[in-house]
């Protein structure tokens, strides 16, 4: 005799591998990708009080992202859309490649967001996003708004940004390899659709509520980033990112259909945050969190080290054109204490935006600039 719904819930529940399982279940054939599994079953969950976690996947082609895509628009019975309607504050919103929005497109996408995100659209679903980048395969050298030219103001209402990025690995290119072969490896599905449909419909309608020992986690990990920023660099996290990790906590604490965000929720959101962070949120010549990485063109410290640049590489052009890279790393060093390491970095980012060109090997010439290009 079968059992009733109701009492597999129960035991779905009262499982002690509850999530591995629920991730293993969602895209099973999706090879890897365990945290951005684990960040749609958030989206799909939502935080208390009917705030959405909204996602945006950014990467290259072959990495996933539609299929992600797809699959939640299946389980919720829905549809993938590549444009925007007139009218979406209603049902999920999951948009394939917002880097084919035009303008106002993006205006509203940002307002149906913002809703969604603060819980002002009772009936809202989730919001998952995808963009290519631009270029056609994602650059490690370049932020992720310039590798998909999408505005600051889009980017800032996301609370989850993931790169996903083609890099050859031996285990699961063999798994890929092996599925396009007509060889795959058994799916392992431990929560079939359906019963991950109504699990995830069920805990939807939970509102747990922080416990002392939850805020005290949240509270030191964004204080301790808050405080790594001194008065005159970047700041490392603001209050929005702190909304965020709340969100994080409730949701994974109704997953487990808990009434109260316990320490260990409230640490899985610390991982989770910080593994976004690091990929697209670490200033890449302090290796710390500096949100300007994400939302703008260049992190804050590194729009500052291009500025010496720039004034040095045009007071050595008086001297001789092109300019030497041996007569530029000495001089920064001599005043900024600018390793070689840095100067290459540095270096490689004008060449890159266009401002400089390589004339021979470590001889370089510079292209017009304006006084405010930093």
Not at 38 to 67: E, F, Q
Request: aromatic share 6%; proline share 5%.
């Amino acid at each position: 005799m079968s059992q009733k719904p109701t009492d597999e819930l129960h035991i779905l529940t009262h499982d002690p591998e509850l999530i591995e399982k629920l991730v293993q279940s969602t895209a099973p054939t999706l090879i890897g990708h365990s945290f951005v599994k684990l960040a749609a079953l958030y989206s799909l969950t939502g935080g208390s009080n009917r705030s959405r976690i909204s996602i945006l996947l950014v990467g290259d082609a072959g990495t996933g992202k539609s299929h992600l895509l797809h699959w939640v628009a299946e389980l919720l019975d829905s549809k993938v859309m590549d444009s925007l309607p007139p009218d979406i504050y209603s049902g999920p919103i999951l948009l394939e490649n917002i880097n084919r929005l035009q303008t106002g497109e993006q205006m509203l996408l940002e307002a149906a967001i913002r809703k969604r995100v603060t819980g002002t659209c009772e009936e809202a679903g989730a919001v998952i996003a995808t963009s290519r980048p631009i270029p056609g395969r994602y650059n490690r050298y370049k932020t992720v708004a310039q590798n998909t030219h999408l505005p600051a103001a889009l980017f800032d209402l996301f609370d989850l940004v993931f790169v996903l990025r083609d890099i050859p690995d031996g285990e699961r290119d063999r798994r890929v390899a092996m599925k396009l072969l007509g060889k795959e490896d058994n799916v392992n599905n431990p929560v079939e659709a359906g019963l991950l449909r109504r699990y995830l419909e069920s805990v939807r309608k939970l509102n747990p509520i922080l416990s002392d020992e939850a805020r005290s986690i949240l509270l030191d990990f964004y204080i301790g980033l808050r405080a790594q920023s001194a008065e005159d660099e970047p700041v490392s996290i603001t209050p929005w990112q702190l909304i965020t990790l709340r969100k994080l906590s409730e949701a994974r604490a109704k997953l487990h259909l808990r009434e109260t965000v316990s320490a260990a929720d409230a640490e899985a959101a610390v991982s989770m945050l910080s593994y976004c962070l690091e990929q697209v949120g670490i200033d890449p010549m302090r290796r710390r969190y500096d949100e300007d990485v994400i939302y703008s063109g260049r992190p804050a410290v590194l729009n500052s080290r291009l500025l010496q640049v720039a004034e040095t590489f045009m007071e050595l052009e008086k001297v001789s054109t092109p300019v030497k890279r041996i007569d530029l790393e000495s001089l920064l060093w001599e005043r900024y204490g600018m390793t070689r390491r840095a100067v290459s970095l540095l270096l490689r980012t004008l060449l890159e935006q266009g401002f400089i060109t390589e004339q021979a090997p470590g001889q370089y010439k510079r292209k017009e600039w304006g006084e405010n290009e930093f």
